[in-house]
């Protein structure tokens, strides 16, 4: 599958043609219409090649997202599933998926002509299989470059960047799924292990999962359980309070299925642990100390000690 071509850098063109011809890119529209065809008769060779009869192997989707980058697998094969929006053998994950991603500066026309040219054509069973693999092979190498989005909707729609708000906001969701498990592998009946949030911290970035946790707080905030400081902790954060859009979106993505006293010991301990990252430990300000200290004054308290 490998060509001469670097396809990963040419750049996923999402303007229209008129677009790209009034503003003299004509050549970056065409090369990612090509780089578009490539990846989507990679994806139908691969599936081809890799199917069983049963199933597609492990880590099958890699050679792809290896070759193409994780933006271009993402948009063809999100194309794909929005074109086929309609048909039943594709998952309600992953329609709710694709739709979330952006393929058109102007979402809210027609399917421009060219779509149809990226369009897979593998069987949708196996397709849709394919696609499960890669939302959790991309999720996996990609979160950490998905950037927390924290303007609204409203916002988004307005500029343009509904892909950018619907990328994070699925983040958000599994990123709350995975606090949910992650307390309730470290939880032993007793006590909370000291580094419970370590791989969702990883995983997800300090800010997204800050930002989790401080969205359930807010909705958690007149339950007794939860500490004052947690709560006034998480009042920092811009989470649009009173926009009924999003809090009715920021709902989804709520750690549920915790004790509330519980939840709130997670919060306290990863807070603590951060923050405790921050400090330098006690022998290093020591030694910073110590070499700020003016080498003449070393050697004068030298001197007196040898006359004394």
Known sequence: MTETTN???IPVYKESPS?????????????????????????????????????????????????????????????TLQLKQYDERFSRENKAWAKGVQIESAPDTLPS???????????????DMFVTQARKAIEEIGISEIPLYQETFEYASQHMEEGLYWHSYHCNVACADEIREAIADHYDGFRLATHA???????????????????????MR????????????????????????????????????????????FVKSTRREQEQEKKPLLSEQIKKVKSSIPHSITSEKKRHEAVL
């Open 7 to 9: 396809t990963r850098a």
């Open 197 to 219: 949030a370590d791989d969702v911290l990883r995983k997800y970035g300090k800010e997204r999962t800050f930002y989790v946790l401080a969205n359930t707080i807010h909705f």
């Open 113 to 127: 002509e060219r779509r149809y040219a990226w369009e897979i054509s593998s069987h949708p069973f196996k397709l």
């Open 222 to 265: 007149d339950d007794g359980r939860v500490s004052l400081d947690n709560i006034r902790w998480a009042d920092t954060f811009p989470l649009h309070k009173g926009n009924p859009v999003e809090e009715q979106n920021h709902k989804h993505f709520i750690v549920r299925g915790q004790h509330p006293g519980l939840f709130d010991l």
């Open 19 to 79: 677009y790209a011809r009034d503003h003299n890119e004509l050549e970056v529209y065409r090369s990612s219409n090509t780089a578009n065809v490539a990846c989507k008769k990679a994806i139908e060779q691969l599936i081809s090649e890799k199917w069983d009869g049963v199933r597609l192997p492990k880590d099958c989707v890699l050679p792809i997202i290896e070759e193409f980058g994780i933006e271009r697998t993402t948009f063809v094969l999100a194309n």
